[in-house]
């Protein structure tokens, strides 16, 4: 895999506000960079998913139906507080149909970025589970905001929609249901993820589609990740 020439994101201690080093043009570097990682991972290929990053009242946000290892910095939208857009792309991008589903996780959990993968994992998952997926005694879930190795971890999952901008509706409470839950994951589609920085964020997103693989193979080999595969 190739890597982009932007290479000089700053990377800080995790209790520390990774967004706070960023420049405005250095988050936009940081998206561009990104996606092309994320596509590389196939979990934003065909123009799918989605990613924006919130620099205190700014939000920056990929366009709609780019391909997303080939965006430029420049192509990034700018949006306020309240998701309306500030500055646009001088080309004629679209605003993401993603905006209403991200603000949601930005007003409603403080989050400082928020990452949607049409990862196969978490497609597959959202066939395989009800209404919620369930997990737990796997370390990774250690990587979660306020989850234990041992704890069983709820992501909820809800409906899709013919419009992604539909999802908003049933994701908000979604959230609201599920404090605990980093992430939201759509039947038949993929997962939003959030964190209280870029980083978290990122590493959440690892974390839960390693959870979805595991998760996945351990139905195929006929252990239940709700008991991490222990038989009691
Ligand atoms: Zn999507």
């Given at each position: ?29 940081l998206?561009?960079?990104?996606c ?20 205190g ?43 209403p ?31 919620v ?47 605990k ?40 080999l006929g252990l ?9």
């Amino acid at each position: 895999m190739s890597t982009p020439a932007y290479s000089n994101i700053p990377t800080v201690a995790p209790h520390l506000d990774a967004n706070a080093a960023l420049s405005e043009q250095q988050a936009r570097e940081l998206l561009v960079e990104l996606c092309h990682q994320f596509y590389h991972q196939g979990w934003v290929t065909g123009t799918g998913g989605g990613i924006s990053v919130r620099l205190g009242e700014r939000i920056i946000m990929a366009p709609s139906g780019v391909q997303k290892e080939r965006m430029l910095p420049s192509d990034m939208f700018v949006l306020d507080a309240e998701g309306g857009v500030v500055e646009s792309p001088d080309k004629p991008f679209k605003v993401s149909a993603c905006q209403p589903l991200f603000m949601h996780a930005y007003k409603k959990r403080d989050a400082g970025a928020v990452i949607h993968s049409h990862s196969m994992n978490a497609m597959l998952v959202t066939l395989l589970y009800d209404d919620v997926f369930r997990i737990s005694n796997m370390e990774m879930l250690k990587g979660i905001t306020g989850v234990g190795a041992f704890d069983l971890h709820e992501v909820p999952i809800i409906e899709n929609t013919a419009h992604e901008a539909e999802l908003a509706d049933t994701m908000g409470a979604a959230i609201d249901k599920y404090p605990k839950s980093q992430a939201v994951l759509v039947r038949g589609h993929g997962v939003y993820v959030w964190g209280k920085d870029w980083i978290k964020a990122k590493t959440q997103s690892e974390c839960y589609d390693y959870l979805f693989a595991a998760a996945l193979r351990m139905k195929e080999l006929g252990l239940n990740p709700e008991t991490g595969g222990l038989s009691s």
